[in-house]
C-alpha cells in the first residue's frame, strides 16, 4: 500500500515537472518569434529607409549625368544621410558623382550655391568639417584600389584627386575671391590645415605612396603629368601646413621621397612639381633631418635597404639639379656625411656570397633582402639617377670643388723625351719631387685634407656598397675633368716623398686605416689602378696627358717605401692583410704599375728596390721564419735584386729534393727511372715512358739510354749530360711549328696553337711539354724556348686577375691586330660606320668559322659606347680562349713539377737580369747565352 503510494507521488511530480519545462520552452520560443521579427522589422525598416535615402540622393544628384547646382545645404543634408548608409562597392558611382557635384560647386561665387557656403552657416559648421573629412578619407580608400595602368581606373584616380586638391586649399574656391571674404581666408586656410591633419593621421601618406608606386614603379610609367602633379601637391600640403615639422619631413622621406624614380619622373613628366619641390627647399630641409643620426637610422629602418637605396637616389638627383645653388652651401658637411650615412646602411645588406637567405639585386648584388617587382621593373630609373653621383657635374661640384679649395702645387713641367733616357728621367724625377717638397703647404689633419678626405670617404663608400656599378664609378671618377689627376696634385703636396712620413705616422694610431685621409689613399689607388689598367700605350708613353711618366716614377717609390715600411714596422696585421682594404689597394696598384714597368719600362734601373734593405739580413730573417720578411718574400718580392731570388728559389728546389731524398746521392739509387729513347722516336718515345710517371718520380733521377739508327745502344748512361740532351731535342721538336702544338708570332715568339686539335691526344702531349719544362726548370737546365710574353702570363695565372688587361699583352700576339683595336679606341667618329659586330671570323682549312664575342654577339653592333668592351672581349679572345685547353693543359702539366708559390719570387719579364744570371746548378756546362733568345727559366719567371 506505501509502496503505491510513493510510486503516484513520483509520477505526480515528473510531471509537474515537465510541464513547467514545456512551459518555460514554449515562453522561449516566442521570445525569439518575437525578437526575430523585430529584427526584421529591423532589417526592412533600415532597408525601406536606405532606399529612401538613395532614392532622394539619386533625385538629388543623378548618377546618369550633370545637374545644376543646388542649394548647398540640401545637398550637405541628402550627402549626410547618403554617407550614413553608404556602402562601399554599392554605392562607388553615387560617391563619384557626389565628388563630381561637390568640385564643381566650388565654381559657384555664391554662398548658397558653393558647398564650402556650409561652413559658413552657424548652425551646420562643425559638422560641415567632419563630413568633409569622411569624404576625402573615402576618396582615400577608393583610391587604395585604383591601378593607373587601366584607363578606367584613372579616370577615377584623377576625379578624387582632383577632389582631394580641392578641398585641402582654398586657392580653388571662388567664393573668397569676393573682396568682402577676404577676411574669411585665413580661417579656411586653418580649416584646410585641420582637414589635411586628419588626413595624415589616418595614413594619408600610404595611399599617395601606393598610387606613385603602383605609377611610377614599373618600366612604363603609367601616370601622366595632371595626376603626377596633383599627387605632389597632396604631398606637400601637410608639410606646408606643419610648417615642415619634424615629424611630417620624417614621413615624406620615409613614403613620398622613397618612391623610386620619383624625381626623374617629376624631371620628364611634371617639372613645375620638382620647381615647387625647390621651391619649398625640400633638399636642404631633408640633409637637415637626416644629419643627425638617429633620424637616419629611424628612416632606414622603415624602409630598409631596397626603398633607403631609392631615398638616396632621389637625394642625389635633387642635388645634382641644384648642384648650382643649394648643393654648393650643403655639399660639406651635410650632403657628404647624409649620402655615406645612407650608403653606410645599404652595406648591412650586402654579402658577398650568395646562400637561401639572399636575394640578387641589380645594383647592389647579393642582398640579404627580397626586392618587390615592382622595385625591380623601376631599378633601371634607380641606376641612372645613381650614375649622377659620379657624373661629370657631381665629381666637379664634390670633389673637384674641396681640391680647388685646397689648391694643391702644380707637378714639374719636365717630360722625359725617351723612356730609354735613365739620365733625363732621373732629373724630371727629381725636379718633381722638388716641386712637391717647396710648395707641399698641405699635412693630413688640416681643415683642406679633412675636406677632401671625407667626399674621397663618400665615393669609396658608393664603390663599396653599390657592387654591381663599381666599374661605372671607377670610370667616373677617372675620366671627369682630370678630377683623378688633382687628387694625385694633392696627395703629392702632403710633404716630402707624397706625404709618406704623415701616413706612417697617421698608421701608427690607427691601425684598422679607417681614417677619412687612409680612405682618400685608398679611392686614389683604387681609381688609378682602374684607369692604368685600360690606359693603351699611346695614352701612357705618347700623349702623357694628364699624368706624365714622371708622375707614375714618383707615384712607384711613394707606394713601394709605404708598403714596405708599414710591413717592416708591424704597422699592418701581417695575419691579415687580405682583410686590409688599404693594402689591397695600395699593393694592387703597385702591382699594376709593376707588370707595366716590365712590359715597357718607365723607370730608371733599379728603381724597385729597396735602399735600405740588407739583402744578407734579410735571408737571415728569412730563415729563422720571421713573419714579415716572408710577407715581403710574397708580397714584393721586386724590392730584392733578381739574382737573389734566383738562389732562393734554388734552395727551394733543393730543400724540396732533400725531402723527398733526391739529392746527389740519389744518383746512384736503384729508385732512378731508366728510359730507353730511339733517335728516330724521341717524342714518341719519351711521352710513352714519362707522360703518366707520377710527379715525385719525375723530379728525381732519370737516366736515359739513346738507341741509334741502327738500333744499337749509344755510350752513355746517365741523368747529366745525356738527360739534357734529351730534354733539349724534345723541346726542340715538340715545339717545332710543323707539328702544330705551337706557333709564333711575328716576333718569333711560341704560343699554343688554336688547331692542335687537328693533332691526336694534342691536350695529354701539351701537359707532357709542360712537365718537360718543370723538369728542366726544377734540374736547371737551360733551355732555348721564346715564349710570348702573353701566353708565360697565362702560365703564372695572371689572366685569372681581376685586374689583368688583355689588351696590355697583345701586343705580344699579334701587333696589327693591337694597332687595329687602337685605333678603334680612339677613333673620333661613330664607330658603327666600321660596321662591327660583337663576333669574329676564323679561317679553319678554308672553313669560315664565327665566334660570337657574347651571346647573339653576331647581331649586336659595336659603338661608341661598347667599343672598350668590344676591344677587350677580342683580345681576351684571342689570346685566351681559343687556347684555353691548352694552355690548361700545359699549365697542369708545368705545375705538377714546380710549386706554383715558387713563382711568386718572379714577374715578367726580368730579361736582362736573368740572361745576366743563368739558373743551373750541379755540373752543367754554361751554353753560348749569345746564341740563346730565351730560356726556359726566363721564361717561366715572367
Request: net charge neutral; glycine share 4%.
Amino acid at each position: 500500500m506505501f509502496n503505491k503510494s510513493e510510486s503516484s507521488k513520483c509520477s505526480f511530480l515528473e510531471q509537474t515537472k515537465a510541464a513547467r519545462e514545456e512551459r518555460a520552452q514554449e515562453k522561449k520560443r516566442e521570445a525569439a518569434a518575437i525578437l526575430l521579427q523585430s529584427h526584421v522589422r529591423g532589417w526592412l525598416t533600415r532597408i525601406r529607409f536606405t532606399k529612401k535615402i538613395l532614392d532622394d540622393f539619386d533625385v538629388l544628384l543623378p548618377p546618369e549625368g550633370c545637374v545644376e547646382l543646388r542649394p548647398s545645404v540640401q545637398v550637405y543634408q541628402n550627402a549626410s544621410r547618403f554617407l550614413f548608409v553608404w556602402k562601399k562597392e554599392r554605392d562607388k558611382e553615387r560617391f563619384e558623382m557626389l565628388c563630381r557635384y561637390l568640385v564643381s560647386s566650388l565654381e559657384s561665387d555664391s554662398v548658397k550655391l558653393s558647398y564650402v557656403g556650409v561652413a559658413l552657416n552657424k548652425e551646420y559648421a562643425l559638422a560641415w568639417i567632419s563630413h568633409m573629412k569622411t569624404i576625402l578619407w573615402k576618396c582615400c580608400i577608393y583610391l587604395d584600389d585604383l591601378h593607373p595602368e587601366y584607363p578606367a581606373d584613372m579616370c577615377t584616380m584623377l576625379l578624387y584627386l582632383h577632389t582631394l586638391v580641392a578641398f585641402t586649399s582654398t586657392n580653388t574656391w571662388f567664393i573668397l575671391k569676393a573682396k568682402h571674404m577676404e577676411v574669411l581666408k585665413s580661417g579656411m586656410n586653418q580649416l584646410c590645415a585641420n582637414i589635411m591633419g586628419h588626413l595624415f593621421n589616418k595614413g594619408f601618406y600610404l595611399t599617395l605612396k601606393t598610387l606613385l608606386i603602383r605609377g611610377l614603379g614599373r618600366s612604363k610609367v603609367t601616370l601622366k603629368h595632371v595626376s603626377l602633379s596633383a599627387i605632389i601637391t597632396l604631398a606637400l600640403r601637410p608639410l606646408v601646413s606643419a610648417n615642415f615639422s619634424e615629424k611630417l619631413m620624417t614621413m615624406f622621406l620615409i613614403h613620398i621621397l622613397c618612391v623610386p624614380g620619383l624625381i626623374l619622373h617629376l624631371q620628364n613628366l611634371a617639372p613645375e612639381c620638382v620647381s615647387a619641390i625647390i621651391s619649398h627647399e625640400i633638399f636642404g630641409r631633408s640633409l637637415d633631418l637626416l644629419n643627425l643620426e638617429q633620424n637616419t637610422r629611424i628612416v632606414f629602418n622603415v624602409l630598409e635597404g631596397n626603398y633607403a637605396l631609392c631615398l638616396l637616389a632621389n637625394l642625389i638627383h635633387l642635388a645634382y639639379i641644384q648642384r648650382e645653388d643649394a648643393l654648393r652651401e650643403l655639399y660639406f658637411p651635410s650632403f657628404t656625411f647624409v649620402v655615406t650615412r645612407l650608403l653606410e646602411s645599404c652595406q648591412h645588406y650586402v654579402t658577398s656570397k650568395q646562400s637561401n637567405l639572399t636575394h640578387w639585386h641589380p645594383v647592389l648584388g647579393w642582398f640579404a633582402q627580397e626586392t618587390d617587382s615592382a622595385l625591380m621593373e623601376s631599378i633601371p630609373h634607380v641606376r641612372s639617377q645613381l650614375q649622377l653621383l659620379w657624373s661629370s657635374p657631381m665629381v666637379s661640384a664634390l670633389l673637384g670643388h674641396v681640391l680647388e679649395e685646397a689648391e694643391p702645387p702644380e707637378s714639374s713641367d719636365g717630360v722625359p723625351q725617351a723612356v730609354g733616357g735613365t739620365g733625363l728621367l732621373r732629373r724630371a724625377l727629381l725636379e718633381h719631387r722638388g716641386a712637391c717638397h717647396s710648395a707641399g703647404r698641405n699635412r693630413l689633419g688640416s681643415a683642406e685634407c679633412s675636406k677632401v678626405a671625407l667626399v674621397c670617404s663618400l665615393y669609396q663608400t658608393a664603390l663599396a656598397t653599390l657592387t654591381q656599378l663599381r666599374l661605372e664609378v671607377l670610370t667616373g671618377l677617372c675620366y671627369q675633368d682630370k678630377i683623378l689627376f688633382s687628387l694625385w696634385q694633392f696627395i703629392c703636396s702632403l710633404g716630402p716623398n707624397c706625404g709618406l712620413k704623415s701616413f706612417l705616422d697617421l698608421l701608427t694610431v690607427n691601425t684598422k686605416c679607417n681614417a677619412p685621409e687612409f680612405q682618400m689613399l685608398i679611392l686614389f689607388c683604387d681609381c688609378m689602378t682602374h684607369y692604368v689598367t685600360i690606359l693603351d700605350d699611346l695614352e701612357m708613353y705618347e700623349q702623357q696627358k694628364p699624368f706624365r711618366l714622371t708622375d707614375f716614377v714618383v707615384m712607384c717609390s711613394f707606394l713601394n717605401n709605404f708598403l714596405y715600411k708599414a710591413i717592416v714596422g708591424n704597422l699592418f696585421d701581417v695575419k691579415n692583410l687580405n682583410g686590409n682594404q688599404l693594402f689591397q689597394m695600395a699593393h694592387t696598384l703597385l702591382t699594376v704599375l709593376y707588370r707595366r714597368d716590365c712590359r715597357r719600362n718607365y723607370t730608371p734601373d733599379n728603381h724597385w728596390l729597396i735602399k735600405e734593405l740588407r739583402v744578407g739580413s734579410f735571408v737571415n730573417d728569412l730563415e729563422k721564419g720571421k713573419k714579415t720578411t716572408q710577407v715581403l718574400l710574397q708580397k714584393m718580392p721586386h724590392i730584392i735584386p733578381h739574382d737573389e731570388r734566383v738562389q732562393l728559389f734554388r734552395k727551394y728546389v733543393a730543400n724540396e729534393k732533400a725531402v723527398l731524398g733526391l739529392t746527389e746521392s740519389a744518383c746512384a739509387s736503384p729508385q732512378a727511372t731508366l728510359i730507353t729513347i730511339h733517335r728516330s722516336r724521341i717524342v714518341e718515345d719519351g711521352y710513352r715512358q714519362l707522360a703518366m710517371l707520377p710527379s715525385q718520380a719525375l723530379k728525381g733521377v732519370i737516366r736515359v739510354r739513346f738507341i741509334n739508327a741502327q738500333g744499337l745502344d749509344e755510350a752513355g748512361i746517365d741523368q747529366d749530360g745525356v738527360f739534357k740532351e734529351f730534354l733539349e731535342e724534345t723541346i726542340k721538336r715538340v715545339f717545332d711549328p710543323s707539328l702544330n702544338l705551337f706557333r709564333v708570332t711575328s716576333e718569333e715568339r711560341l704560343y699554343p696553337s688554336p688547331t692542335s686539335y687537328m693533332q691526336d691526344n694534342h691536350l695529354q702531349l701539351f701537359e707532357f711539354v709542360g712537365r718537360m719544362l718543370g723538369k728542366a726548370v726544377y734540374e736547371g737546365i737551360v733551355v732555348d724556348v721564346p715564349f710570348a710574353s702573353f701566353f708565360l702570363s697565362q702560365l703564372l695565372g695572371q689572366q685569372n686577375q681581376v685586374l689583368y688587361s688583355s689588351m696590355d699583352e697583345l701586343p705580344s700576339l699579334d701587333r696589327e691586330l693591337y694597332r687595329s683595336l687602337t685605333f678603334i679606341k680612339h677613333h673620333q667618329g661613330d664607330v658603327q660606320e666600321l660596321d662591327l659586330t660583337f663576333s669574329v671570323d676564323e679561317d679553319c682549312l678554308g672553313r669560315l668559322v664565327t665566334h660570337e664575342l657574347i651571346p647573339g654577339g653576331k647581331a649586336v653592333p659595336v659603338t661608341n659606347e661598347n667599343k672598350i668592351n668590344y676591344i677587350h672581349l677580342m683580345a681576351h679572345f684571342r689570346m685566351h680562349t681559343q687556347i684555353k685547353d691548352q694552355t690548361a693543359a700545359f699549365i697542369r702539366g708545368f705545375r705538377s713539377i714546380i710549386n706554383p708559390e715558387w713563382l711568386s719570387l718572379f714577374s715578367t719579364p726580368e730579361e736582362s737580369s736573368l740572361s745576366r744570371s743563368p739558373i743551373y746548378t750541379r755540373r752543367y756546362a754554361p751554353l753560348n747565352h749569345h746564341s740563346l733568345q730565351w730560356h726556359i727559366v726566363r721564361c717561366t719567371f715572367m
